[in-house]
């Protein structure tokens, strides 16, 4: 889910200060003053300020409410990933909480933003993973084995061309090949998931010594485009999972994209 933060945090923000220093609310709010004082005396004053409060209020941000994830609901090895991205995504988040509010603070919320999303894509590739390894399950690979050593020994010199022994055999083999595909997509997702997130914790580490020692957002060096570039492998990923659905998953997965680094 994505990093909820505390209403102080959500309150000093760019947004909020636009709403209380902003003209329009000043002349608003002194005419709504104004004209309650002429109607209600004194306690006009009051209401003139309720409006500029409700105006405030309406400017602070929500927390976003993302994807429910429960790394409970998928199995191993599945569940691990989901719930070593969700520890980073806390981390993070309690990171952010502990900061004076400011430049880097804020340029920090927006690369936890982006961080969020990526713990979102792993919480995807999880469930995709499941999915998967669940209909490999299904395909008794042994079974279809000794059933075309049957058909293959009891052929004497062969079998016809297009003949029912043919594509009884050529249906067995295709279970076989299907499920020794659908091994290696498994076995490949499973290997850049743990790489995936690795990279994310060690992100995350970067970011939370950064929060006590950086000065500025220009010291956050390449933090966001390196969480930027992950985000996007981790898209690539879970699309390249989706695009097996329906069919036997005999597309490779995609490399890591390379990038080179730049500012935050």
Known sequence: ????????????TRPVAR???SP???????????????????FGVLAGLVGYAARVALAVPRNAKGERID????????????????QAQRRFAQAIRGMASGPLQERLTEIGARLD?????VWRIARRGQLLADARRQIDVRQAQWELQQVRAN????WARGSPLEQTAQALQAQIDTAARMDGVIRDTIDRLRLMDA??????TRAVEL?????????LGGLGNDVDGLVTEMEALRQALEDTSGRAPTVALPDPPTSAAGPA
């Open 71 to 86: 790394p409970f609901a998928v199995k191993e090895p599945w569940r691990r990933f989901v719930s070593e991205a969700v």
């Open 211 to 219: 929060s006590v020692q950086a000065d500025t957002s220009a010291d």
């Open 117 to 121: 999303t990526g713990v979102e894509e």
């Open 155 to 158: 052929t004497g010199e062969g």
């Open 24 to 42: 329009s609310a000043i002349l608003v709010t002194g005419a709504a003053a104004a004209a309650g004082v002429l109607a209600f005396g004194p």
């Open 1 to 12: 889910m994505p990093a909820r933060l505390r209403f102080r945090d959500r309150f000093f």
């Open 199 to 204: 990279r994310l914790d060690e992100m995350v």
């Open 19 to 21: 709403a209380t220093t």
